[in-house]
């Protein structure tokens, strides 16, 4: 079965300062790994997917994260916070077979002005 | 997404009651799926649909049911809420060949 570990439940940032959320994964084969975005009292948005064609995928706002099989991470990183990055942030690992996704906890991300 | 919408939004009710949640989607996925939020612990899945006459148990099924009246939409049946059944819940889609879904806005269920 597959899993993910969020490695920080909250964050906060400078706004204009980069931004780090950690993720690591547990997955018997070569997983599909997602990150999604949850803003205060908004659904989850799709920020970007990793599918082996890459292994830096670039998403949208900004996002990108790197995957790194050795390491079994998918880190999300950010180059300059914006006050507008902050809310729920999910990492999520999907079956390799049945598509089902499994989340992480969630990190929260506040940004400082 | 607004290709995903879910009604109600917000739902307050009391222990023993019957509650529905709907979903309802136009971006003709096949898939559908029921997951909880709760604080700290992620989405957690509780029923899926691959079709319109194939649903299947997620990993917290116990105390829902669902019903998929059309390829379009997916019910989430609470038969008798609990208080620890407090929860935002999403309803999800996907098509069949790619395993990214998208979300609807939630609905706040609040069991007294």
């Known amino acids: 079965a597959q899993s993910v570990t969020q490695l920080d439940s909250h964050v906060s940032v400078s706004e204009g300062t980069p931004v780090l959320l950690r993720c690591n994964y547990s997955s018997s084969y070569s997983p599909s790994l997602f990150w999604y975005v949850q803003h205060p009292n908004k659904g989850l948005q799709l920020l970007l997917k990793?599918?082996?064609?890459?292994?830096l995928v670039k998403g949208i706002n900004g996002f990108e994260a790197e995957f790194k099989k050795s390491e079994t991470s998918f880190h999300l990183t950010k180059p300059s916070a914006h006050m507008s990055d902050a809310a729920e942030y999910f990492c999520v690992v999907s079956g390799t077979f049945d598509y089902k996704l499994s989340f992480g906890a969630g990190t929260t991300v506040t940004v400082r002005a | 997404d607004a290709d995903v919408t879910q009604t109600p939004r917000n739902r307050i009710t009391k222990t023993g009651k019957r509650i529905m949640l709907e979903c309802s989607q136009t971006k003709g996925h096949d898939r559908m799926y029921w997951y909880r939020q709760d604080p700290g612990l992620g989405l957690r899945l509780i029923y899926y649909?691959?079709?319109?006459?194939?649903?299947n148990k997620g990993e917290i099924s116990d105390g829902y049911s669902v019903s998929r009246q059309a390829q379009a939409k997916f019910s989430l049946s609470l038969e008798s809420a609990i208080p620890n059944q407090t929860a935002l819940y999403f309803c999800?889609?996907?098509?069949?060949?790619?395993?990214?879904?998208?979300f609807g806005p939630g609905t706040r269920l609040t069991v007294l």
């Open positions: 999800a889609t996907s098509q069949g060949s790619t395993d990214t879904q998208y």
């Open positions: 990793y599918t082996s064609a890459a292994t």
């Open positions: 649909s691959f079709d319109v006459k194939d649903i």
